[in-house]
């Protein structure tokens, strides 16, 4: 069996294939165009596929385990025989119990979705209670390393540690079943050691956030646990996303063999480790290559911070900092970026070659390593702009009060109680991306273009008027992705062609390039908009995508601070505000759904950040007049972690998710005494089912029972734009139905 670790590795690679291969498979077994079998197969090729390139970057050690058909969360509940009684009473397949766990079915909503830390991948909320019965289910994981070794590959299998995987669990007091929880992964590891299996990986990022006493504690004991078992694989412990702080000691204190922590985004973990004293023989998994963002290494930074680790442990690798789940596949694939962009950055098969290369400076000392990069071209710097910025003052950032801002929007827009509306995105039909392609291929000129985009618009306008919501939207038929649909009209970002990261289950994104100073060039959106309205005398929404949520679904330049960034587009967006408000629109949205999600992870460093992710979107919305109604947008996150900044946003309505969690969002906002209107979505878009109209009556009373009426707005969760207008129409017919009935009492 082999027992070295070797020099380098990775924690996880991307698994939804160079040209989302996975999400065409699951999405045609879905739609039944593809048999099970011919899934697996897919996602067979696309494992091999993997394990071959990091055996040809040459990585001393590779993971296995990390494939998923959903989602890593989701696949840890399975193996751990964790599937709720109302998945497993439905009578399904194994497959397909699994996907109606990830996606809900007719009788039973989804698990709840919610972010993966401060990440864009959402992740599935496992359901634990006091009567969960947990059995080890080792036969994916088994599975998948014997996949490898007929390749010739010896893998390490990957699972979600049990402590991190109860602590983002839900229901009773999750954490209190720990000690349950570590009999049935000593029952795993037995399994895998049986197999022959020298590793296996177990992550505990939930320990870079902040933890208490007990918690830590669990941890420590847990560990002891599983070191000891005399029948076991060895144990790499996997943190990244931050700094272990106090959870470190906890863990050397074990008798596990490696540890692993992040030294880009948790730089402070090196001078932790210098603090400790003796390691114990244990191997230090040093994370020198940043797995979230696309630059390029300064390598011989990295090298000093590895060497500094190397003096310290008896044996050091090299790894990315997290898993490389969070970039794109492959650089090589970006035939029109600009090539001194492109000279500056990495993406997952580039990473490895870093690793590699650190790996070898580390413990031969003599690599040469590439030249530094010369400065940024002068063009990406934008004067007139940072002028601007530093001309701004407090007003620039506040606008009236609330209460006389209401009583104008209310006058002007003539609103009943409980208006229904929608987040903004109506169907991508297949007709939509084709319209697209062939415009972006040049078989379809602009004047067709435009034609058809106008078509799908006065569509949706009629589709809405026949429906009765009283806010209509114009559907975002131009828009190919919230960001990178505005990333394509200002200066200061570059967008990529192949640069498809997972964000959930088949929802993959293109998350555009920050690279020098962000500037508008010409309005964005007010064509469509004014179009839209031209249609209706209903107010029609102008949508905007806000400031953090552009840097947080954005690879962002790593030169400047990110408040400096953030106010750049949010001084864009706020030419766009006044531009829509000025052409006649008077209700403008701007979306927010990543402010919880990239909220630090320690108490620390939050307020700092909040501040100035709170200024952005102010500076972005307090352009406009008073009776111009402000939306805003927040979905799949724990907010009640947020609420006060949510609160601080003084949006004039914020809608946000909260059928899969159940409107607990009310209660955190009632705690605060939040006064504006509000949103809470009463039906999941994230899942296929329509919901029963006493679904979403129930929903919208509960809302009611916490929030004023006048004060109340009636939305689905999120946008449509991955929904089928079959399903549209059906779940819209019942919440304006629901709204109408609660209206009358």
Not at 689 to 696: A, F, K, S
Request: hydrophobic residues 45%; aromatic residues 6%; proline residues 6%.
């Amino acid at each position: 069996m082999t027992t070295s670790f070797g020099q380098s590795t990775v924690p996880g690679y991307p698994r939804i294939g160079a040209r989302r291969e996975l999400k065409k498979a699951v999405e045609a077994y879905w739609a039944g165009t593809l048999d099970a079998a011919g899934l697996h197969e897919t996602a067979a090729e696309l494992r091999a596929q993997v394990w071959r390139t990091l055996r040809d970057a040459r990585l001393d050690a590779i993971p296995s385990n990390t494939f998923s058909y959903y989602d890593q969360m989701l696949d840890t509940a399975v193996a751990l025989g964790a599937v709720p009684h109302r998945f497993a009473r439905l009578g399904l397949d194994e497959l397909d119990t699994y996907f109606a766990m990830a996606r809900g079915v007719d009788t039973e909503p989804a698990l709840e979705l919610t972010k993966w830390f401060d990440t864009n991948y959402h992740y599935l909320v496992p359901e634990i209670d006091p009567d969960t019965s947990f059995t080890a289910r080792p036969a994916k994981a088994l599975s998948e390393y014997a996949e490898a070794r007929t390749l010739g590959i010896t893998t390490r299998p990957v699972l979600i540690g049990p402590a991190t995987f109860l602590l983002l669990a839900k229901g009773v007091d999750p954490f209190a079943r720990l000690d349950d929880l570590v009999d049935t992964y000593a029952d795993l590891l037995a399994a895998l050691a049986g197999a022959g299996v020298p590793w296996v990986q177990l992550d505990e990022p939930a320990y870079v956030a902040d933890r208490a006493a007990a918690e830590i504690d669990g941890l420590h004991r847990a560990y002891r646990r599983l070191g000891d078992l005399p029948n076991r694989p060895r144990i790499f412990v996997a943190t990244y996303f931050g700094e272990l702080a106090d959870a470190l000691p906890a863990l050397l204190d074990t008798p596990v063999d490696a540890i692993g922590v992040d030294l880009v985004a948790g730089p402070g973990n090196l001078e932790r480790l210098a603090g400790v004293g003796p390691l114990g023989g244990k191997t230090i998994v040093a994370g020198l290559v940043d797995g979230r963002n696309i630059w390029r290494t300064d390598l011989r930074t990295a090298v000093a911070a590895g060497a500094t680790v190397a003096a310290l442990a008896d044996h050091v690798a090299v790894s990315t900092s997290c898993s490389l789940l969070h970039v794109p596949v492959d650089l090589a694939a970006e035939t029109h970026l600009d090539p001194r962009l492109s000279a500056r950055l990495a993406f997952a098969r580039q990473k490895l070659d870093e690793v590699v290369l650190l790996g070898r400076a580390l413990r031969d000392g003599t690599t040469v390593l590439p030249a530094p990069l010369p400065a940024a071209p002068a063009s990406w710097r934008h004067d007139e702009i940072r002028g601007r910025l530093a001309a701004l003052r407090p007003d620039d950032r506040s606008r009236g009060t609330y209460p006389d801002r209401a009583a104008r929007q209310q006058h002007r827009l003539a609103l009943p109680a409980l208006p229904t509306t929608t987040i903004g995105s109506f169907p991508q039909t297949p007709e939509l991306r084709a319209a697209r392609a062939a415009h972006r291929a040049g078989t379809l000129d602009d004047a067709g273009y435009t034609a058809r985009m106008r078509a799908e618009v006065a569509h949706v306008i009629q589709l809405q008027e026949n429906l009765g919501l009283d806010v209509l939207v114009h559907g975002e038929p131009e828009r190919n992705d919230m960001v990178q649909y505005f990333a394509e009209q200002l200066d200061g970002f570059a967008a990529t062609d192949h640069g498809w990261v997972q964000s959930y289950g088949t929802r993959c994104v293109r998350p555009p390039v920050i690279h020098g100073d962000v500037a508008r060039r010409a309005p964005m959106t007010v064509a469509w908009s004014t179009y839209a309205q031209s249609l209706t005398s209903k107010p029609v929404k102008g949508m905007l995508t806000g400031p953090v949520t552009i840097l947080a679904w954005s690879f962002v330049r790593d030169d400047q601070p990110l408040a400096a960034t953030a106010d750049q587009v949010a001084l864009a967006l706020r030419d766009e505000c006044r531009d829509l408000e000025a052409a006649g629109i008077r209700v403008i949205q701007v979306d927010e759904p990543a402010l919880r999600e990239t909220l630090p992870l320690r108490r620390a460093h939050q307020q700092t950040y909040l501040d100035w992710a709170v200024g952005a979107f102010r500076l972005a919305t307090s352009g406009v007049a008073d009776d111009t109604q402000i939306h805003t947008h927040l979905c799949y996150s724990e907010f009640g972690e947020v609420i006060a900044a949510i609160d601080a946003l003084d949006a004039d309505v914020t809608s946000i998710e909260a059928s899969r969690s159940k409107m607990e969002i009310l209660d955190d906002l009632a705690t605060i005494g939040y006064h504006r209107g509000v949103g809470p979505g009463v039906w999941d878009i994230h899942s296929p089912r329509v919901p029963p109209h006493d679904e979403v009556a129930d929903a919208l009373r509960r809302a009611v029972a916490a929030v004023p009426a006048h004060r109340l707005w009636v939305n689905p969760d999120c946008g449509l734009k991955t929904r089928a207008y079959p399903e549209v129409e059906a779940s819209l017919r019942r919440l304006v139905a629901a709204a109408a009935e609660v209206r009358q009492g």
